[in-house]
């Protein structure tokens, strides 16, 4: 596609739900990056990819969270039992591959856990 | 472990007057990136820094790269309201970015 795109824009959940974020990259960008931002806050690295196989999965905050990519190209971000502190701006951002080059963003998925 | 240091957190500014954003990393990194962020948008890309000495300029912004002092600068020319926005910079370690905090800046009319 033209950009990353993110879906949903906007998520308003119960805490204790699952929510499901998806991130389409750029077509032919074989990394993918996901970073959540809190109001006002930098950036906080989640997980990146390289095509399909997740080699630094250290910045997943519980057990709660996991991501997959299939395909080396949409990616799923997974939340379980959300919890209030999980509301954040979700970032995702793919570049051609991992560690060269800039990386392009997409517009963020915001969750908002009551 | 990389970290990266941006300074000032804040800054408010007359429009005209010029102004540097001071970004530091501690360990050595191949690459230092720029990056621009809108209220309620995401992160749009503004400079790459490949080496040291690197310059680059895009209308009133300039950004360097001092890879022995493990410093990139970011240099704003008699600037005007549009430029207000929250700047960041990043730099490479394995494969993926560090961030900075993040620089609010605002440019008053």
């Known amino acids: 596609g033209a950009g990353v795109s993110q879906s949903p824009s906007n998520k308003v959940t119960e805490k204790g739900k699952d929510v499901e974020l998806r991130c389409d990259p750029i077509?032919?960008?074989?990394?993918l990056y996901w970073y959540r931002q809190s109001l006002g806050q930098g950036l906080e690295f989640l997980i990146y990819?390289?095509?399909?196989?997740?080699?630094?999965k250290s910045g997943l905050p519980s057990d709660r969270f996991s991501a997959e990519r299939t395909g080396g190209s949409v990616s799923t971000l997974t939340i379980q039992r959300t919890q209030q502190e999980d509301s954040a701006v979700y970032l995702c951002?793919?570049?051609?591959?991992?560690?060269?080059?800039?990386?392009?963003f997409g517009e963020g998925s915001r969750l908002t856990v009551l | 472990e990389l970290k990266v240091e941006q300074n000032p957190l804040f800054l408010s500014m007359q429009e005209g007057k010029n102004y540097t954003i001071y970004c530091n990393y501690s360990?050595?990194?191949?690459?230092l990136y720029w990056y621009r962020q809108d209220p309620g948008k995401s992160l749009e890309s503004l400079f790459v820094?490949?080496?040291n000495g690197a310059v680059k300029q895009e209308g009133r912004l300039m950004a360097s790269l001092d890879t022995k002092a493990r410093l990139s600068t970011l240099h704003i020319t008699a600037a005007v309201h549009d430029l207000s926005a929250t700047y960041f910079c990043?730099?490479?370690?394995?494969?993926?970015?560090?961030w900075g905090a993040g620089t609010k800046l605002i440019i008053k009319p």
């Open positions: 951002a793919s570049s051609l591959v991992a560690g060269v080059g800039e990386l392009f």
């Open positions: 360990t050595t990194s191949d690459r």
């Open positions: 990043a730099a490479d370690s394995n494969y993926q970015l560090i």
């Open positions: 077509s032919g960008h074989t990394a």
């Open positions: 820094l490949l080496s």
């Open positions: 990819f390289q095509g399909n196989s997740a080699p630094d």
